[in-house]
């Protein structure tokens, strides 16, 4: 027969139990959540601290092939896009079709895999569409602007549309091979 502080321990038990489920599952909920916004809230780090700086830093080490990041410098939106072999072929072989804004896509990059743009559109400035997995990237596989309909190719350049320039590239360098410094 088990005794009252016995039965007592036990209540306590299950429910130290449960707290630790629930602490558990809340922890893993917000682990899920802080996994899959990582890139936004990684690159908007810097956005509070570095708003009236003349130079936002990223590190390029997690960014994968394909993924995109913004960054904001000087208070505005900078894209940085890991391009794809796929993006760069498309970029380079378009150098030659009707530009409203000639541009080579070699004269756009320091490093053909690394396309840094800011990311506001040359007609009103709006902010383009295309950073996020999934969402709309135009006729070009670039960046959509929905305000008027302007459509960007994978060099950032205006492709169809009202916008009359392609996306500004601003200046940046690569101290190192997995650093970007915007300014
Ligand atoms: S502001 Fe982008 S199309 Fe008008």
């Not at 088990?2 to 893993?28: A, M, N, P, Q, Y």
């Not at 320091?110 to 009103?124: A, D, P, S």
Request: net charge neutral; glycine share 8%.
């Amino acid at each position: 027969m088990k005794s009252e502080g016995h039965i007592e321990s036990l209540r306590i038990d299950e429910r130290s139990r449960r707290d630790f489920l629930i602490v558990s599952t809340s922890t893993l909920a917000a682990t899920g959540v802080a996994l899959s916004v990582w890139p936004l809230i990684d690159s908007l780090n810097p956005a509070s601290d570095t708003l009236a700086l003349a130079s936002t830093d990223l590190n390029l080490r997690p960014i994968e092939r394909g993924q995109r990041v913004t960054v904001v410098w000087q208070g505005k939106p900078v894209f940085v896009d890991r391009r794809t072999p796929e993006a760069v072929t498309k970029a380079k072989a378009d150098d030659s079709a009707a530009l409203p804004d000639p541009e080579k896509d070699a004269d756009r990059v320091q490093r053909e895999e690394w396309l840094i743009v800011v990311g506001i559109c040359t007609h009103l400035g709006c902010i383009p569409l295309g950073q996020r997995e999934g969402s709309r990237r135009g006729d070009f596989g670039g960046w959509f602007c929905p305000c008027h309909g302007s459509h960007y190719d994978t060099s950032g350049r205006i492709r169809k549309g009202p916008a009359p320039r392609n996306l500004v590239v601003p200046p940046y360098a690569f101290p190192n091979p997995e650093k970007l410094v915007i300014g």
